[in-house]
């Protein structure tokens, strides 16, 4: 997936987070298991490491519930709760900080094994950042191979 996030740090020593003058664009992977029809995990793992101001960049790995709102044809919009960490670097340091992400998207089956994932937001919660709760939020696109 490719994805385009706000990192919610402009690179001040005073650490607060402030809206960054650029976004990050980065790449990453995801993976859903389906236990059931409306039990679902999804995890991913996110490197937004382009555009970089003042050497800027986040990592993610989330985990966590995905749930299905409803199939419409070959379209399936669905909501997520994602846990993890989230590293960050910068000029002035670098460091883990735990992450909640909350988001939701849509999928379209192109065929029974391939889909695209047209949209998918997710807006974050870094509650251990070192001045306050950094909150990045931002969007994907991606493309998904079903093996089972």
């Known amino acids: 997936m490719g994805s385009v996030f706000q990192p919610d740090y402009a ?4 650490f607060q987070p402030e809206a960054s003058p650029q976004p990050l664009i980065g790449v990453g992977g995801y993976v859903d298991f389906g236990f059931r029809r409306y039990l679902q995990f999804e995890a991913e793992g996110r490197w937004l490491r382009f555009n970089q101001y003042q050497d800027i960049y986040q990592d993610n790995y989330l985990i966590g519930p995905r749930i299905p709102i409803r199939k ?9 709760a994602l846990f993890g960490w989230g590293t960050m ?6 460091g ?20 695209v994932r047209v949209a998918d937001f997710e807006y974050q919660l870094w509650p251990n950042w070192v001045n306050g709760t ?4 931002g969007g994907s696109v991606g493309v998904a191979y079903k093996i089972f």
Request: zero cysteines.
């Open 134 to 137: 950094l909150k990045p939020y």
């Open 96 to 115: 883990r900080f735990a992450n909640i992400a909350l988001g939701g998207g849509v999928d379209y089956d192109l065929s029974r094994k391939l889909s």
């Open 89 to 94: 670097n910068s000029a002035f340091f670098s």
């Open 11 to 14: 690179g001040s020593f005073s």
């Open 72 to 80: 419409f044809g070959r379209w399936t919009p669905y909501g997520k």
